[in-house]
């Protein structure tokens, strides 16, 4: 019974993935979206910045980059903490 749900976890998952690839956009090959349009037209005018890409960064993307840099430290604050126990 055990093995059995294993064997179709396991099939469900690559199922998933093969899935996933033949779905996934073809690389190096840009979709037009109205979105990127929409911030090479504004970004400048809506937040100050020269740099489109610093203005979605830290503008548009804001409390996403803070939860990213939360995670980042979190991350290393483990390592370290782990990394310290194991010298001693």
Known sequence: ???????GALLVV????IGAAVWLHPFGIPSSSEMDD???ANAQKEVAANNVVTSIVFDYRGFDTLGEA???LAAVVGVALVLRRAVR
């Open 14 to 17: 690559v199922a998933y993935l």
């Open 70 to 72: 939360t995670v980042l």
């Open 1 to 7: 019974m055990r093995r059995w749900f294993f064997a």
């Open 38 to 40: 929409y911030f090479i």
